[in-house]
């Protein structure tokens, strides 16, 4: 089979991951699929509905170890794929008041959500630089990198790592051809979509909240060789929310 290239995707069998890995199955790729143990097994049964010869494998990591990112991409260098295209979008929260916060929990957010990505870039540019091939990274930031609900520090702070580790790495990676830009999504929702009620659709400028395949339209356009103009930017999915002026009535 002939893939555009070989797409590393992270939080795999999530809300958001699991449609990323349909979408770029579907548009023709090779998928590396990614996420924890106990999640992979869901993920596999996803993609065989499809009954589509695929080229996909999955294997499973706990990105707060780092030592399990390096086996996740020696295993990779064992099957001979080379990662040209890297999508960080493994990511969770915790809410809970500021002064209950332990340090053990800021430092699993932000492993997770930033230090992983980190890693994960700089495994993914090592290959690619050793090659002399060319690439793309996306990493999945949030509009909470620059707005917040109270009581979200670590997630909020994560975010905004996010959004500073992508022009930073575009800055570096830029002379290897490695183009490097983050999405931050609003409101998506990955429950029951038709459980919505209209006000949570009708307060968004765009007259509905977000859903995956939004993400992933972009993903696709943000990976795809052909825009190679565009790099260190961050591209904001959320139907128009953070440029909405409020004011209490
Ligand atoms: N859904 C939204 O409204 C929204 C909005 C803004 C940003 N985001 C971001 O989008 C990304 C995907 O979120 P989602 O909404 O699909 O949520 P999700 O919880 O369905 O998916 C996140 C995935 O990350 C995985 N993950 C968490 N900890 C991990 C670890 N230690 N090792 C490996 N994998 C781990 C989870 O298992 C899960 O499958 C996240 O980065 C999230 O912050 C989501």
Redesign the pocket.
Known sequence: MTTKGTVLI??A?????SVLVEAYLQAGWRVAAT??ED?CAGLEQKIMRHGQAFEYTIIP????QPAEIERLFDRLDKHGWLVNTLIN?????ITKKLTDLTVAEWDSVLN??LRAAFLCAKETAARLRKTGSSGAIVN?S???AIMSEPNTEAYAASKGGISALTHALAASLGPDGIRVNSIS????E?GNYEALREADHNQHPAGRVGRPDDIARACLYLTDPGNDFVTGTDLIIDGGMTRKMIYEP
């Open positions: 992270t939080g069998a999530g809300g958001i991951g996420d924890l999640r990591a706990d990105l707060q979008n493994a990511g969770f929260g997770v959500n999945i949030s509009t909470r999504p609003g409101w998506i990955i």
